[in-house]
């Protein structure tokens, strides 16, 4: 028997990771698990080090940064995903997005991590690395990664009843 009771869904508030959210949500549904919806604000200031003359305009712009970031990731929660899924928006400021998130999983016992990925060919994977693929390799539970668009087994529940019909 499968028991999932955390499920975790990175976003980057991209189109893949609104399909990652939406899968997130109704495998939390079936399985009554909490909804964890985490995103990863990348930390500006640690990027200027020896550049002292932006200090004060990189504080300001991170905290803007964080302030939108946070705003838009409590939008992606509604009542009903906090009620019924007991969701949790988590922010966090890193330079390495997937070492926060495999951190945040191992420390809350994330028991499957919903993704999405962007499908970038193998040289710009080369180059730029990607969260998706680090969090896979290095994941303590399942990890589900999705694309966008591509084949969907998430059906709207009208549509679902005529399917099966």
């Given at each position: 028997?499968?028991v999932?009771k ?25 399985f ?12 500006l ?15 300001r712009l ?9 705003t ?11 009620r ?9 400021e890193s ?7 495999l ?5 809350e ?5 919903v ?11 080369l ?9 896979c ?13 591509e084949h969907?087994f998430?059906?709207?529940?009208a ?5 099966h019909?």
């Amino acid at each position: 028997m499968i028991v999932l009771k955390n499920i975790l869904v990175a976003t980057d508030f991209g189109d893949a990771a609104e399909v990652a959210l939406t899968y997130g949500r109704e495998l939390a549904r079936n399985f009554g698990a909490t909804l964890h919806v985490v995103h990863v604000v990348d930390d500006l200031a640690s990027r200027m080090v020896g550049y002292p003359d932006y200090g004060p305009n990189l504080v300001r712009l991170q905290s803007e940064v964080v302030a939108a970031a946070r705003t838009r990731l409590e939008a992606l929660l509604s009542e009903e995903d906090r009620r019924v899924l007991h969701a949790k928006a988590v922010l966090f400021e890193s330079q390495s997005p997937a070492r926060t998130i495999l951190e945040y999983a191992r420390e809350e016992h994330i028991d499957a991590v919903v993704i999405g990925t962007h499908g970038r060919g193998k040289i710009a994977q080369l180059f730029m690395g990607s969260v998706a693929e680090k969090v896979c390799r290095y994941a303590p539970c399942p990890v589900l990664t999705v694309r966008h668009p591509e084949h969907e087994f998430v059906l709207p529940d009208a549509l679902q009843i005529v399917t099966h019909a």
